[in-house]
């Protein structure tokens, strides 16, 4: 043990730690890689020691194939042969760059999302992601919660009729298509930061998922600065035209016989009523990625006006023929910025979303609350054109008086006069966080960890305790503490922002779910809030969601006898519209029909 | 005055319409069958006995119908035509759905396609030793003797007619006076053809599609030759790499995807259904609305057409689709579309598909001033003045103003 820590310190002495670990990938996949003739790229990932999977600290690559019962050989990014070029190149034939370009993309996507939260990631138990590129023989990959939260990705041969650009019956791998990794890996982020979405207790919750997984893939385009100044250039800054940039998984799309892309940015034209007709949640959640997408085209139209008209002698109007390239550079980077810091802002959002039955308009309500946070005044209107984009597919904010700025934010919890949150809890929380930024993945913990999270967790919930009619928990139910870190950012005039965020979630008594639960199709009946503090433990805001309670109980509550209505209303509803209902068992039909596994094999 | 007469064929549909007029009265049959989970307690046999025995004693030529209506090829619709006697039936018009018309290029891919998948079902849940579930995707299966007395049968040379959606345009009635018909489904609007494919093939068709097509290679089989030279067998790979060894049920997992099965097969069971024709028949003020089994999809076009609307408004006769399932009737054609009309229900409860029918959906029928009738319940019924029932219950009847 001395020994290999001598040995170690003797190393690290002799090389500084590289910081990044440049790996290569397919941009969007093997088959737009081949018709532009060039679209593999290079993406660094924070550096990490791995052993061979690749295996690292949060994520694990396993490659076992389930139709072969075999394993293929893993990959060893460490191996010097593959150090000195950057990874394995790209190539259908090796399931070892497979493996890579799944820990590549996890990899990114995490780190992006690391920044945006502005804390370290951490699975629940300190478990690994666990990843397998070839784990079935199907024209599907999916997140499984229930299984531990593994990522599976399947493998398929192309149609034969109707292989789009593929060979017929080529085989096409999901695991090579990096929009599914980042759709797959969105499920398993979004899952770890609010388990209970895996819920479906209102039309929007699997929409969410699905669209925010959508929207997390096309973002994750503009974060590779040759691809995107390729097709600004191509297509003379307009990026609404068709591009693999703007679409996802054309490949998969095409090789399953639809003739398309699976889905793009680029939704129909804007229709306020569509969402009132759209109920499966991929479609649902493409609305909400074009509401996105809508805000993101405006705000990038308007930063590169300017540009256009410097570049122009005023008019705007660019000539025919190549632009230069020194433009394509600064309006490719002017995309980029706009799309990341959209792309944080929906990932900010989460601070502020409830533990439990999210809709379209928390989130949105979520976005602009976190926003002007860190930019209270949205100088380069990017908040004001994701409102618009919002309203423009019908996705309205509920309980708010007016669609400007201040009315969408969540309310300042001042009036609910809560105490402050235990100073103790909050200074372990900030000190904890603090820490994690300074140590590097993949290596032993230096320091001892700060805190007992089971200390805090019991704190907390007295907390709770204490106030639970202030918090939004009243009504009969168990009170958990679902979840509590804190996050660092920087705001607009630099500086730095400490949040603390707990969250309560409320599950109601086992005889009410047994009243309700079969009727309700197996859904779990459950409230909760989420709190925000800031670093003295002044509550700022309290979302919350009441816990359905039956009308005729001692107790009940307005918001609480709401919600169960609402649950019974969307039960209806999907009754309605779901197909299974006769093949499942009634009284879990609803959980049984609504699962990641099934509802995308149904559409992908 | 027209009549409707209900059988009591158990889970499936058979549904005798007469128009009284001089001389011999107009007859039509909308079909005939019953769901193999869901016999009723009269055999189907006995069912088109006492159908052909009723017409014959129109006249005293032979038995003749004027119009034979299949309205998809589901078991529970079509079984009863796979009979001997229906061969001295003299008929006038068999009206099947356009995606029978063995002429149409569009239908045959689409008739094969649903096949294909029912059939690659089938093998799957057989092969699992579901025999239950087997037997619920054979209702799917094309039942060829059934089918060939519609294509080809009856006596009188009938002609058929290939039904698709004609919208809210009345087509004459031959036979009825003040009688006509309003084509309602199934769409053959490429936008609406959707609700009509079945399902995409899936993880469960892998195996069958290997079987059925050499071409596609050995699938399973060709597996272990994805990435030659890079195959490691479980063992040394846990030997070697013990970091990345995980529990063997989550492998395990991978491979099995019921849930994935269940929904192909509802899928397809909606698919065929949603191929149902739907049609609205005119006597006098009568409206009779036959849909079939048309479910979730197949409604769509019709409630968001305003001339079909304000036309199903007027229904005076509600055939029930789909038995009263959870989305056989949108609830928004119960709520808001439909006013005071007598509905039928042709329903037997089965285990698997308990709530078939759907308790709201049979609530909200029953409200007055509408009224039901059903195979199964018997509450209420006799308040509705006009229903007559057979005495051993073979069939009940509602009389119809016109």
Known sequence: MMMRAMAVAEQAARYPEPDRRPLQVFAFDPMVARLSGQETTVISVPYEPLSPGPSGELIQVIDYDSAAGCYYEPVDLDDPRVLLQDGLPPTERDPRFHQQMVYAVVSALLENFERALGRRFRWRGDKRLRAFPHAFLGRNALFDPDMDGTLQFGYFRADEKNPGRNLPGQTVFTCLSHDIIVHEATHALVHRLRERYKEPTNLDVYAFHEGFADAVALFQHFTLPDIVDRYIQQNRTDLTARTPLVDLAEQFGEGSGMGRALRSALGDAPDPSLINRTFEPHRRGSILVAAIFDGFFTAYQTAIADLLRIATAGSGVLPAGAIHPDLVRRVSLEARTAAQRILTMCIRAFQYLPPVDVTFSDFLRSIVTADRDLYPSDEDGLRTALIEGFRRRGIYPSMVTSLADEALSWPDASDRNLPPVDREVINALVLDTAVGFRERRGEAQVTKPVFDPAWAAAKLHQYALNNLDRLGLAGPGRIKVDGFHAAFRHGSNGQLRVDVVIRYLQSVPPEVQEKFGAALGGIAMRGGSTVVADATGRVRHVITKAVPTDPDAAGATDGGVARLHGLRQWVAQFDGHDLLAPWVKADSRVVQSLNFGRIDSAVM | ?402
Not at chain 2, 195 to 200: G, L, S, T, V
Request: aromatic content about 6%.
């Open chain 2, 1 to 402: 005055m027209a009549t409707v007469r209900m059988y009591n064929v158990g889970f499936g549909d058979s549904f005798l319409v007469t128009v009284p007029r001089r001389g011999r009265p107009w007859r039509m049959l909308v079909d005939c069958g019953v769901h193999m989970q869901g016999a009723g307690e009269h055999d189907l046999d006995s069912i088109v006995e006492d159908i052909i025995n009723t017409v014959a004693a129109d006249s005293d030529t032979r038995p003749r119908i004027d119009v034979v209506v299949a309205t998809h090829r589901h078991r529970d619709h079509i079984a009863g035509f796979d009979n001997e006697r229906w061969h001295d039936v003299e008929v006038g018009e068999v009206w099947l759905p356009w995606v029978e018309d063995p002429e149409d290029a569009d239908a045959v891919a689409l008739r094969n396609r649903q096949q294909a998948a029912a059939l690659n079902l089938h093998t799957h849940f057989a092969a699992g030793g579901d025999d239950d579930r087997a037997e619920f995707v054979l209702n799917s299966l094309s039942n060829d003797d059934a089918m060939w007395v519609l294509q080809n049968g009856f006596a009188g040379a009938p002609k058929r007619r290939y039904i698709s959606a004609q919208g809210a345009k009345a087509h004459p009635l031959p036979g009825v006076r003040g009688g006509c018909v309003y084509f309602l489904g199934p769409p053959r609007d490429p936008r609406n053809l959707a609700a009509m494919d079945p399902p995409k093939a899936q993880r469960w068709l892998a195996p069958s599609v290997t079987a059925a097509s050499p071409a596609a290679g050995a699938g399973a089989a060709a597996a272990p030759d994805l990435f030659p030279g890079f195959t490691v067998p479980a063992g040394d790979f846990a030997r070697r790499h013990p970091h990345l060894v995980v529990d063997d049920k989550l492998l395990a997992s991978f491979r099995e995807e019921p849930v994935d099965t269940l929904t192909a097969a509802s899928l397809l069971d909606r698919a065929v259904n949603n191929t149902s024709v739907m049609f609205l028949l005119q006597v006098g003020d009568a409206l009779l609305l036959f849909p079939g089994d048309a479910q979730w999809g197949a409604w769509q076009p019709l409630l968001d057409d305003a001339d079909v609307r304000s036309l199903l408004t007027r229904t005076t006769l509600y055939k029930v689709s789909h038995h009263g399932s959870h989305n056989g009737t949108p609830v928004e054609m119960a709520t808001d579309v439909l006013g005071g009309v007598l509905s039928l229900i042709s329903v037997r409860p089965i285990e698997r598909w308990a709530h078939i029918p759907k308790e709201e959906l049979v609530a909200s029928l029953l409200t007055p001033p509408r009224h039901l009738v059903s195979s199964v319940f018997v509450d209420n019924e006799a308040a509705v003045t006009g229903v007559r029932c057979h005495p051993t219950g073979l069939w009940k009847e509602a009389e119809l103003a016109t």
